[in-house]
């Protein structure tokens, strides 16, 4: 999409302004939908417009994923008010439509039931939406869409999260509910584990397993809200629970949890835990069939696609005889992962696809969002950036519902690269900035990495060679800590590139500039890292 | 003056077909193509004894329901000798047809359904089929217990049998499926129903009864599951011979995709006559040139949207410029236009609009066109339509016609062009900059 993204303060005003024209200029049915990137940004906006039109009653009309029909839930709202409302303003249609986008039964009564809006509303209705719903409006109800009156497109804010994250009642699974039930569950499954503590002294192997059951799910939570020190705390301590009292097959579970935490920083160790969990499994299939899953996705991470093939064959086949249809959907996930190393995007696309319609029948968000996350990575490489931005931006809808800051920061950083193809440097280098201050926060040392890079790949461009330098060094100092050849890899043939532009004498020279003679410890040991990647070889392309 | 822009933003309103008669309406007749639809259909109707089964398509917001509209005024009030007939209009999709999921015995009850209110509402007389009424209140059964049916018309019966149809997917499974079978003879009672109607009509004075469905171009597209037909084609194909069935003259409206469905063959074979198509208005000829005719015909059009609202087109616009502008990045699509000046006086506090407001309102008519537009291969069969003049037969030609990226005109042929908009988009640039580019490398 052609879009200005820095919009200014004076277009800001100047699209207010024609909302509030159009409100006033309307005496019966008009259509007009206004568009924002971020809810704190639509709800200061909204502040203003409905400030600005006193003289008006507007009236305000949320709806979600209970509503079957937007026109109904207007007309019900304006009974309820009497009738009385000079403009009604829809609010949160993306979320009555989720993940389904044009797909979504709502829009497509939206579209026959675009009459009934002209015949018994009789006055303007404008929804405001996230940019991507309204593509699926267009799309997927090109009748209700063909009678706008305006489109109001507001463009800046983007980064700010989202501060109210949404009620989700129907989430199938722990992963997907929303960040405040998440809480909600954490603090009572603390509440319990205390309380099992101080009543008992795990002197049975149930009391024993009890504990490690909440301790398992309250690792389970952690994880889902990014939190991987706690999580991780918690699975060990189950882990030594099911080791004590002997049963290998939790063992091998906690221990492949821990593998899923162990990816971010070591992955050969991650890679270990997962054939220790394996040889373990007995005959719990479904474990089993995760571990297959695991074991290739890792091994792909680390290089070795034959591997990673061989092991998610074996996963798919196990998930289909095991008849699971969420194991069978992430195995097709890491198929399509397998498909895109190999080069043949077009299978993993399809096979993308078919793993994102098994999570939308199963309604697990979360899983949906990391598809998601995929397919745009997908349409980035091959250069589709807009529709890479659009399955991004709905991901990072997705991770902000549920507070997955983790998701969040991944997320940020696929649209940072979004806009790098665009040759918008600037709002690249807000995106991984924001990415890296999540991924520090959490701890996540390789997302710390690999934003590092990335901005100081920005700086470059910008011909701040010296700052660039500082931010691959630093970069480099994490990723000598990871023993992960993607991130090195990548990293290396960023400070390669730089080495070619500037010439390698004049880049010691501002290495050394750069760190200077009184250099920290840390910036020492990032300075001798960089150095070292500059010596490798040249990378392969 | 401010009073001035705003009753120009109110006479453009893009939601509105013009009722006939309206002094904003111009015929388009020789811009569109050769000839006049309407009289052509009107003709055919009025000259036939037998029922006649006519269809209509057309690209959305083109000007179809005007056009019909028009119809049912010549039909219903026709010139001196010429035979009159009793023309129910109704939109299919405003009350009681779901337009994401419609088949046939639902489009026939609700037809039922508003002959059996016009006649009430407009001849004050009632219509009461035997056979008809027996099987309505056959359907009762599916409506629950608290829905009842004593004391009320045909018409009203239908009303709620409809209503649960469209409201409840279960119920209309189930009387989908009770039907089915009957089907036959549920055409059978309609067509003595119409039989009825038609000998009712021609004691009065009527030549009879036309039926007019606007709006089923309106079902929505898409694939039905376990079948090989899609919406479009499982209505008006595969139900095709049953809607050409009825004893009685019927314009249906259909989606213009359809025309280009492989099976657009066996749509004549059906209907015995292929599908009366309502082209844009030419702003360009086939070979790029304006057409003169076809940008006067709007800017006539813009004429009479600033006289209703008591200006002039030299008040209203800020150049002649302008108004050229409005009109060629209209693509001669009438609810553009429309949308164009909307969007243009939005931008400003009073008249006259401004070329930069007009290029404003079509950068962002560009970016709303954008948002339907997100695979490549979509670029790829526009390019293909730019460069050739036709559609390339690909699977997207469908699509690209429905959602009105690609417009078709006609000047004694068809021919196709890419939307003004969509033209605009930086990505087709992109696509034809790297096709110029192999081009050049070959």
Excluded at chain 1, 371 to 380: E, I, K, M, Q
Excluded at chain 1, 419 to 430: P, S
Excluded at chain 2, 50 to 72: F, Y
Excluded at chain 2, 297 to 309: K, N, P
């Amino acid at each position: 999409m052609t879009v200005e993204f820095n919009m200014d303060l004076n277009k800001e005003h100047e699209t207010l302004a024609r909302i509030k024209r159009v409100i006033r200029w309307s005496d019966e049915f008009v259509l007009g939908f206004v568009s924002f990137t971020d809810y704190n940004q639509r709800d200061r906006l909204l502040t203003e417009t409905v400030s600005d039109l006193a003289e008006l009653v507007a009236l305000q009309i949320r709806i979600d994923r209970a509503t079957p029909s937007v026109f109904e839930a207007i007309t019900a709202e304006l009974t309820k008010n009497s009738g009385i409302a000079d403009v009604i303003i829809v609010l949160d249609l993306e979320k009555a439509i989720s993940h389904l986008c044009e797909t979504s039964p709502v829009i497509g009564r939206l579209n026959h039931e675009r009459e009934l809006f002209r015949s018994a509303i009789g006055k303007p209705v404008f929804f405001w939406m996230p940019d991507f719903t309204l593509d699926c409006v267009a799309r997927g109800a090109p009748d209700f869409w063909a009678w706008r009156s305006g489109v109001f497109e507001f463009r800046s804010d983007i980064l700010k999260p989202t501060t109210s994250p949404t009620k989700q009642p129907d989430w199938a699974i722990m992963f997907s509910l929303p960040f405040d039930d998440k809480i909600a569950e954490l603090h009572e499954m603390e509440r319990l584990l205390n309380a099992t503590a101080a009543t008992q002294h795990l002197n049975t192997t149930e009391d024993a397993r009890r504990t490690a059951r909440l301790l398992d799910r309250i690792g389970m939570l952690y994880r889902s809200i990014g939190k991987f020190d706690d999580a991780k705390q918690r699975f060990e301590q189950a882990l030594g629970i099911y080791t004590r009292v002997g049963d290998q097959q939790k063992a091998a579970k906690e221990l492949m949890e821990l593998g899923i935490l162990t990816e971010e920083e070591n992955l050969p160790e991650a890679l270990r835990m997962y054939e220790v969990a394996l040889e373990n499994v007995g005959t719990d299939a479904f474990l089993r069939a995760n571990l297959l899953q695991q074991i290739a996705k890792t091994s792909l991470y680390l290089g070795k696609v034959d591997e990673a093939e061989a092991y998610i064959t074996q996963g798919v086949e196990e998930s289909e005889r095991i008849g699971d249809p969420r194991l069978l959907a992430w195995a097709l996930f890491f198929l399509g992962l397998v498909q895109r190393t190999r080069g043949d995007d077009r299978s993993a696309e399809q096979t993308y696809r078919r793993s994102l319609e098994a999570f939308e029948r199963l309604g697990d968000d979360f899983s949906i969002a990391a598809v998601l996350n995929s397919l745009g990575a997908l349409f980035r490489d091959r250069g589709d950036l807009e529709t890479a931005q659009t399955y991004f931006s709905r991901a990072l809808e997705l991770y902000r519902r549920f507070g997955d800051r983790h998701g969040e920061a991944d997320t940020l950083y696929n649209l940072g690269t979004v806009w790098q193809g665009l040759g918008d440097f600037r709002t690249a280098e807000v995106y991984f900035k924001e990415s890296h201050s999540i991924s520090q926060e959490l701890g996540n040392k390789r997302d710390v990495a690999r934003s590092l890079y990335r901005i100081g790949y920005v700086l470059q461009n910008r011909n701040e060679i010296s700052d660039a330098v500082r931010y691959y060094a630093k970069a480099a100092g994490i990723a000598s800590e990871l023993e992960n050849p993607v991130v090195t890899g990548s990293i290396r043939r960023h400070i390669h590139d730089l080495q070619k532009s500037v010439g390698n004498a004049r880049l010691r020279t501002i290495v050394e500039r750069a760190f200077g003679a009184d250099a920290s410890r840390k910036d020492a040991v990032d300075r001798k890292e960089f150095l070292a990647l500059m010596s490798r070889d040249e990378p392969e392309p | 003056m401010p009073g001035d822009i705003v009753a120009l933003y109110r006479q453009c309103d893009p939601a509105k077909p013009l009722r006939a008669g309206d002094t904003r309406y111009v015929s388009q007749n020789g811009v569109r193509g050769p000839g006049d639809i309407i009289l052509r259909l009107a003709n055919t109707l009025q000259r036939s004894e037998d029922p006649m089964h006519l269809l209509l398509t057309g690209h959305r917001g083109g000007g179809k329901s005007t056009e019909l509209l028009r119809l049912r005024e010549r039909l219903s009030r026709p010139a001196e000798a010429l035979p009159k007939f009793f023309v129910v209009y109704f939109e299919a999709d405003r009350e009681d047809i779901d337009i994401n999921d419609v088949d046939f015995p639902d489009l026939l009850l609700s037809m039922v359904r508003h002959v059996g209110r016009a006649f009430r509402e407009e001849l004050e007389l009632e219509l009461r089929p035997g056979a008809l009424t027996r099987f309505v209140n056959d359907m009762r059964r599916f409506l629950g217990a608290e829905v009842e049916f004593d004391g009320i018309e045909l018409d009203l019966k239908i009303a709620k049998l409809t209503g649960v149809i469209k409201n409840s997917p279960d119920a209309r499974q189930q009387v989908r499926a009770a039907l089915e079978p009957q089907v036959s003879n549920l055409i059978s009672a309609t067509n003595d129903f119409f039989d009825d109607v038609n000998t009712q009509l021609q004691a009065l004075g009527y030549a009879g009864l036309v039926l007019i469905v606007d709006n089923l171009d309106r079902i929505v597209l898409r694939n039905n599951s376990g079948s090989e037909y899609n919406t479009h084609e499982q209505l008006f194909i595969n139900r095709g011979s049953q809607l050409a069935s009825l004893r009685c003259h019927v314009v249906y409206t259909i989606p213009i995709n359809l025309i280009f469905s492989s099976l657009a063959p066996a749509l004549k074979g059906v209907f015995n006559r292929g599908p009366e198509i309502l082209p844009m208005i030419r702003v360009r000829d086939h070979d790029g040139n304006d057409s003169q005719d076809g940008l006067a015909s709007l800017r006539t059009t813009l004429d009479r949207r600033v006289a209703a609202a008591e200006t002039t087109l030299e008040e209203a616009f800020e150049s002649d410029v302008a108004i050229s502008y409005i009109c060629r990045a209209s693509g001669g699509h009438l609810r553009n236009l429309l949308m164009l000046v909307r969007s243009a006086c939005d931008r400003l506090d009073s008249l006259p609009v401004t070329l930069a407001a007009a290029e404003e309102a079509f950068r962002q008519l560009r970016n709303d066109f954008e948002r339907a537009l997100y695979r490549p291969e979509h670029f790829d069969v526009i390019r293909k339509v730019h460069d050739t003049g036709h559609l390339p037969g690909s699977v997207y030609d469908q699509l690209l016609l429905y959602n009105l990226s690609v417009l078709e005109y006609e000047n004694g042929e068809p021919w196709y062009a890419v939307n003004p908009a969509v033209l605009a988009i930086e990505r087709f640039r992109n696509v034809q900059a790297v096709a110029i580019a192999a081009e050049f490398e070959e």
